[in-house]
């Protein structure tokens, strides 16, 4: 009965978090609203503010409360080679990402302008690349998966499955999910490896600053690999250098990850 607890207990951290998310978005307008500025509504700078909130609410929620464990001690053990080969991964992930996900069906990005217009304002790269990684993290790995490794710790693979469908369902947008479920199922490996989130935060923020720099060069969200290539030969010989990257640190990754 205890360990069916830790079940209900990742469900319920996961629908907090979302319930979070809403709260913030509506707070904000509400407060926009009340003071007279609801002009201000369409602003990309609403989605900011409610980021903000909605992570500093998290933090102050999920840490005291206990939901999520916060300790120095594995960045107390100097990882830094495992933080340099988890940047790594998620250098060498895009392409290959990019381009298993150009095969699929096209699927609704219904964030698509929301993301677009906070990238490009000042701001933006604070909230995208360094509040979401940490507090994302801190719920689906220190909270969701602890909880759920607790529950049946003799089915880790099954349960980094559950956690990254859960952090793909996290994203309510389903253009994000398949990417979200992937990477999910990596950050869930590193954690488990780890005890730790602090090599699942330096990938999610290289990996969201990568996808950061890629828009400011290229806005176009219809753009395909093809496109900026030139040509699919080329698409091949960057999924292939990529790989190079990848599988290599991959293993680099495999070697080094401990529990301190």
């Not at 979302?18 to 609203?33: D, E, H, N, P, T």
């Not at 980021?51 to 120095?72: I, N, R």
């Not at 253009?175 to 699942?200: D, E, K």
Request: net charge positive; hydrophobic share 60%; aromatic share 12%.
């Amino acid at each position: 009965m205890m360990k069916q607890k830790e079940l209900i207990n990742a469900l319920f951290y996961t629908v907090a978090f979302m319930i979070i998310q809403f709260l913030a978005s509506v707070l904000i307008m509400a407060l926009l609203q009340v003071t007279g500025n609801g002009e201000l509504l369409v602003s990309p700078y609403v989605s900011i503010a409610s980021m903000v909130v909605c992570s500093v609410v998290t933090l102050a929620v999920y840490v005291p409360m206990g939901w999520a464990k916060w300790s120095k001690r594995y960045l107390m053990s100097r990882p830094w080679a495992v933080l340099f080969w988890s940047v790594m991964v998620a250098i060498g992930v895009v392409i290959p990402s990019m381009y298993v996900q150009e095969q699929l069906p096209e699927l609704p990005n219904v964030v698509e302008a929301q993301m677009a217009e906070m990238m490009s304002v000042p701001g933006g790269y604070f909230v995208i690349c360094l509040l979401a990684p940490l507090v994302e993290e801190l719920v689906m790995r220190g909270a969701v998966l602890r909880a759920l490794l607790l529950w049946k710790p003799e089915r880790c693979w099954l349960m980094i499955v559950l956690s990254a469908l859960l952090f793909a369902v996290i994203h309510m947008n389903p253009a994000q999910m398949p990417h979200a479920f992937a990477m999910g199922l990596l950050l869930g490996w590193m954690y488990v490896r780890t005890g730790s989130i602090v090599p699942g935060v330096a990938f999610h923020w290289a990996n969201n600053t990568v996808a950061f720099v890629l828009y400011r060069l290229y806005p176009n969200p219809d753009l395909h690999l093809v496109d900026i290539l030139g040509t699919n030969g080329r698409v091949l010989m960057a999924v292939g250098f990529s790989l190079c990257i990848l599988l290599p640190a991959l293993y680099q990754l495999w070697l080094r990850m401990r529990k301190p």
